[in-house]
């Protein structure tokens, strides 16, 4: 079973940008579709970006045009660069691979905007 590891999170003024890196102990290249999704307090969990294993790519409507998945087969990983970023961004990210109808998570990292 793949394993997944974030990292890149942190405080950041509004406006500015962080990059998150999610890196799996197994090969993803196998699987459906990897993910950014998010959870701010008191709130369900959300998706944020898909990149499908055929290269459709998705984002929510509220980080279109400020957000970037990418992912790298060859090593594992999968990065969401976010750019002009603001309050309501605030949340703890998760990585998900999909596999069919199964998504493996990772632990999250925390990104918290000020205003």
């Known amino acids: 079973q793949v394993r997944l590891e974030e990292s890149g999170g942190g405080l950041v003024q509004a406006g500015g940008s962080l990059h998150l890196i999610c890196i799996a102990s197994?090969?993803?290249?196998?699987?459906?579709?990897m993910a950014w999704y998010r959870q701010a307090p008191g709130k369900q969990r959300e998706m944020v970006a898909t990149?499908?294993?055929?290269?459709?790519?998705y984002y929510a409507d509220s980080v279109k045009g400020r957000f970037a998945i990418s992912r790298d087969n060859a090593k594992n990983s999968v990065y969401l660069q976010m750019n002009s970023l603001k309050p309501e961004d605030t949340a703890v990210y998760y990585c998900?691979?999909?596999?069919?109808?199964?998504?493996?998570w990772g632990q999250g990292t925390q990104v918290t905007v000020s205003s």
């Open positions: 998900a691979a999909i596999f069919g109808l199964t998504a493996t």
């Open positions: 197994g090969n993803i290249d196998s699987s459906d579709a």
């Open positions: 990149a499908r294993s055929g290269g459709s790519i």
